[in-house]
Each structure stands twice: as structure tokens, then as C-alpha cells.
């Protein structure tokens, strides 16, 4: 069975989430309170949210193209990384951290 772009989106940005709880467990092993981040899903945008906190990250649902929070309800205008390319994808999660500074342009 062929998995479709949308899997493999959703996938990755499980990735993501999963090396941005271990950015922060890594950064700060002694804190008693973890930082969990949840997926929704909406009509275009597949957002990360950190749990009791804000919106982290938006992901295109048919591109894996990945998105600056401008708000609660939408991202910001430029593409920070595009998942389908690898390069650009294992960059993003070796540089990912909690915080969202690696969303920032440079």
C-alpha cells in the first residue's frame, strides 16, 4: 500500500513534535514539568501546539512545508522549511528546539 503525502506530512511532523519534547527534556533534565506539544489538524495547515502555551509551528498538509506561527490562527507568509526535501528536513529537526528560534529567518 503507497502512502500518500499527506501520511508522510503527518509523519514528519510527528518527528518534529518528537524532537522538540526531546530538545527541552535534553536542555532542561532537572525541571519537574515536561514540554508537550499536540497536533490539530485543520482544512490546510496541520498545527503544533505546545501544550498550556502556544501555537509552535503550522505544516502544510499537502506540502510539508513549514511555517512561523504570524498568530493563533494563521502562519507567518514565508516557508521556513519544506519537509519533502531531506536535506532541508534532517536539518530542521537536528536544529529544532523548543522555543521556536530555528523558525526564524536568518
Same mark, same amino acid.
Given at each position: $500500500?503507497?502512502?500518500?503525502?499527506?501520511?508522510?506530512? @503527518?509523519?514528519? /511532523?510527528? &518527528?518534529?513534535?518528537? =524532537?522538540?519534547?526531546? #530538545?527541552?527534556?535534553?536542555? !532542561? +533534565?532537572?525541571?519537574? #514539568?515536561?514540554?508537550?506539544?499536540?497536533? /490539530?489538524?485543520?482544512?490546510?495547515? %496541520?498545527?503544533?501546539?505546545? &501544550? *498550556?502555551?502556544?501555537?509552535?509551528?503550522?505544516? #502544510?498538509? *499537502? /506540502?510539508?512545508?513549514? !511555517?512561523? +506561527? =504570524?498568530?493563533?490562527?494563521?502562519?507567518?507568509?514565508?516557508?521556513?522549511? &519544506? $519537509?519533502? %526535501?531531506? *536535506?532541508?528536513?534532517?536539518? $530542521?529537526?537536528? @536544529?529544532?528546539?523548543?522555543?521556536?528560534?530555528?523558525?526564524? @529567518?536568518?
Amino acid at each position: $500500500m503507497e502512502t500518500t503525502i499527506q501520511d508522510r506530512v @503527518m509523519g514528519w /511532523t510527528k &518527528d518534529l513534535v518528537s =524532537a522538540l519534547e526531546k #530538545n527541552y527534556t535534553d536542555r !532542561y +533534565p532537572e525541571s519537574p #514539568n515536561d514540554i508537550t506539544f499536540s497536533i /490539530t489538524t485543520g482544512k490546510k495547515y %496541520i498545527k503544533v501546539v505546545q &501544550d *498550556n502555551g502556544g501555537v509552535h509551528a503550522f505544516v #502544510n498538509k *499537502n /506540502t510539508g512545508e513549514v !511555517y512561523k +506561527p =504570524a498568530g493563533w490562527k494563521a502562519p507567518a507568509k514565508h516557508v521556513r522549511y &519544506d $519537509m519533502r %526535501i531531506i *536535506n532541508q528536513r534532517e536539518r $530542521m529537526l537536528a @536544529m529544532c528546539d523548543w522555543a521556536g528560534g530555528y523558525l526564524y @529567518m536568518r
